[in-house]
């Protein structure tokens, strides 16, 4: 220990001290994923394509409509990109093996916080604005499609991706205003440049701003707005409403459902049903005499549906709320593809979701008022989501570019142009 006399060898204890001392810092700080930082993928579970899908679950009900949608991606759509999904600390094991077991790449992360006096129900929206520092994380990611969990998506989404480059696009949220734009849905451009603006908007988020308000703050000036069937509103079935940007059933389409379009996964495992827009069997009343008096109304919803890429649950409930019975009550007169949304998400649900139990209200034998029926604790109104079939925005403008002319998803691979690299 003759070192340690003198001040040079106790300069040299300091300095071993101050460099342990700030090792374990450093270590500590690494450890600590706040809500700007995720682990990062080691490169054999990369791809070279750089595109993917993602979606977001805070809670095992959202995780479940995210694997209805992956199964359907996977196993009915046949995309072709990879899905990843954030996750909250929230979510339990029995989730995130089931997205390993469907090979989706789980990234652990805690959402950002909401301003002071926000309200509770939404404090982990923000998680999906994560999404925009993805390529921190798997720095092969060019492009991804941010997608909610509590839709249903309908058609297959990869030519998303040969869309023209910008930093965003997304569709309009034409129940709000025609300059609104909708977070359910966003092809985004990583950049360091993008996600350090997005970095400052979550850690400058303002009271009651959430995911929607905060994404037109920062980007609504320069996104390429997309139509509306890319996010469409299930209320449309409810009320028998068509949107604004609807535009006709061609003289070729027939009338008929989108489970006709869709092909049955193997196994017969989940049944979508046949055409329901001319038959009256086994309906309920209210909802035969619409179909009876409003042929054509009924024609165009199922074209509606037809064109719609994904749906969005905002009527009534999210697809695990209420079981069928008591829809059939609770909304006798919506259109037959109304109860045929929740049906498909369900019976997706019981094959997919690890020991998923659908709702169990009793169906009270006396018909019910609307407004006295068994509910769990109310919600408040989806952040931006709210139907407002009377408030329509006016027909979008028609973009620089026409999404009518990107090649549709049953085109062969050639048809798609590649994305220059950068």
């Known amino acids: 220990m003759r070192f340690l006399r003198g001040p040079r060898g106790r300069t040299d204890v300091l300095a071993v001290v101050v460099f342990l001392v700030f090792a374990g810092l450093l270590a500590a700080f690494q450890s600590y994923r706040g809500f700007w930082q995720s682990p990062v993928i080691e490169s054999e579970q990369r791809e070279e394509d750089g595109f993917a899908y ?11 409509s995210a694997l209805v949608n992956i199964y359907r991606l996977q196993d009915i759509l046949h995309v072709q990109h990879r899905i990843l999904v954030l996750v909250s600390p929230l979510l339990s094991e029995a989730y ?9 790449t789980v990234i652990p992360h805690e959402p950002p916080p909401l301003a002071d006096g ?62 609104s734009i909708c977070s359910a849905f966003m092809l985004v451009e990583l950049s360091d440049r993008l996600a350090d603006r997005m970095e400052s908007g979550l850690k400058g988020i303002l009271p009651d701003e959430y995911d929607m308000d905060l994404v037109n703050r920062l980007l609504g000036e320069e996104v390429m707005m997309l139509p509306g069937h890319y996010v469409t509103l299930n209320s449309h079935w409810e009320v028998w409403d068509l949107p604004k940007w609807y535009t006709g059933r061609s003289a070729s389409e027939p009338a008929e459902t989108a489970a006709d379009r869709q092909q049955e996964p193997e196994g017969g495992d989940v049944q979508e049903s046949s055409n329901v827009t001319d038959q009256d069997e086994g309906l309920d009343p209210g909802a035969a005499k619409y179909i009876e008096e409003r042929k054509e109304l009924s024609k165009d919803l199922a074209a509606l549906y037809e064109q719609a890429e994904v749906l969005h649950f905002t009527a009534l409930g999210k697809p695990w709320t209420y079981p069928e019975e008591l829809m059939a009550q609770l909304r006798p007169d919506a259109h037959p593809l109304f109860r045929e949304q929740f049906a498909t998400w369900r019976s997706t649900a019981q094959l997919v979701c690890p020991n998923w139990v659908p709702a169990n209200y009793t ?26 079939p009377n408030m329509e925005a006016a027909p979008p403008t028609i973009p620089p570019f026409n999404i009518d002319e990107h090649p549709k998803v049953d085109a062969p691979p050639s048809a798609h142009l590649p994305i220059d690299s950068e």
Not at 96 to 104: L, P
Not at 129 to 153: A, G
Not at 158 to 166: C, E, I, R, T
């Open 54 to 64: 993602v979606f977001y679950a805070t809670e095992d009900d959202y995780a479940c």
């Open 96 to 104: 995130v093996d089931a997205f390993h077991g469907r090979n989706v």
């Open 118 to 179: 926000s309200v509770e129900y939404y404090r982990d929206v923000l998680l999906k604005l994560v999404s925009f520092r993805l390529h921190h994380v798997d720095p092969s990611l060019k492009r991804i499609l941010v997608l909610d969990s509590d839709q249903l998506i309908l058609q297959n989404l990869d030519s998303m991706f040969q869309l023209p480059h910008v930093n965003l696009a997304a569709p309009r949220a034409y129940w709000i205003s025609k300059d």
């Open 363 to 388: 169906v009270p034998e006396n018909n019910m008022a609307e407004d006295e029926a068994p509910t769990a604790e109310e919600p408040p109104l989806e952040s931006g989501m709210q139907t407002l």
